[in-house]
């Protein structure tokens, strides 16, 4: 156990559970998993102060969190941020093809532009979270935006004619097709439970949120798809390739906010 104020990052090595008695998150603070941990991690802070401005990024490349804070101090303009913040890979252009057909044929095809890259998609993450102060915090589980697909390449060129009486010059050929754009990111799954930690006082009904807290939670945007590659020269300009699609928007996200109610001694919740 161990107190930290971090201006940085804190860096966890395949470790599924970890606990802090104190963090102190200043400016951006990141909490970066180093290996993939398939079956989740455990996160534990006894006391999370978040600064004015301050944001603590958790993330890659696990897939599952469950957080419990036992006392979170936020002031205003601050975030847990639980998104996925890489793109996709922009797709690669398709190649021009410089080659000439033997006589009389159309030129051959230019290469396709390859496909877009899958955005990353946002942490699942269950949180407990016991709410000393909050006075202007969003908790963002956003996917990444897909890549864009890359354009197709020139077609090749027609061939030339043998003679007149044979054939005539080729037409050149088609350019290649644009590729598709990737697929955005999944927006994450919260679990989002709650209490105030000053058991004397009751907010609102069971599914009410902390006041001053925002949760912000999309589907990453498709990547744009490649245009066509032009045609390649001849007899006739061969023709322009198809454009690629656009990339699909990745799944929305799945939310449930719980109160925990907070009773005093006589088990009685006050309002």
């Known amino acids: ?11 966890l090595y395949a470790v599924p559970t970890f606990a802090v008695d104190l963090l102190i998150a200043k400016d951006e603070t990141k909490i970066i998993y180093k290996k993939d941990l398939e079956g989740g991690v455990f996160l534990r802070i006894d006391s999370l102060v978040i600064e004015q401005g301050g944001k603590l990024i958790i ?56 496909n877009g890259g899958r955005g990353q998609s946002a942490v699942n993450a269950a949180m407990l979270i016991d709410v000393k102060r909050i006075d202007g915090l969003t908790i963002s589980l956003n996917g990444a935006a897909g890549g864009k697909a890359g354009a197709g390449g020139r077609g090749g060129i027609g061939g030339g004619a043998k003679n007149s ?60 798809g490649g245009a066509g590659g032009a045609g390649g020269p001849g007899k006739h300009q061969g023709s322009t390739g198809p454009g690629g699609g656009n990339g699909s928007f990745g799944s929305p996200g799945y939310l449930k906010v719980e109160r925990i109610p907070s009773v005093d001694d006589a088990g009685i919740c006050k309002v």
């Open 165 to 224: 009486k044979l054939c005539g010059e080729g037409d050149g050929g088609w350019g290649g097709a644009g590729g598709t754009g990737g697929q955005g990111g999944n927006a994450g799954e919260l679990h989002f439970r709650w209490r105030n930690s000053d058991p004397t006082v009751c907010w609102g009904s069971a599914n009410d949120r902390p006041p001053k807290l925002k949760i912000l939670q999309n589907a990453g945007g498709g990547g744009a």
């Open 1 to 11: 156990m161990k107190n930290y104020i971090a201006t940085c990052c804190l860096a």
């Open 59 to 114: 993330g890659e490349p696990i897939d599952n969190i469950n957080v419990h804070i036992k006392s979170l101090d936020a002031a205003a303009n601050t975030e847990i941020n639980l998104s996925g913040r890489v793109p996709g890979n922009d797709g690669a252009i398709g190649s021009d093809n410089n080659q000439q057909a033997s006589y009389c044929h159309a030129g051959p095809s230019g290469g396709n532009g390859g």
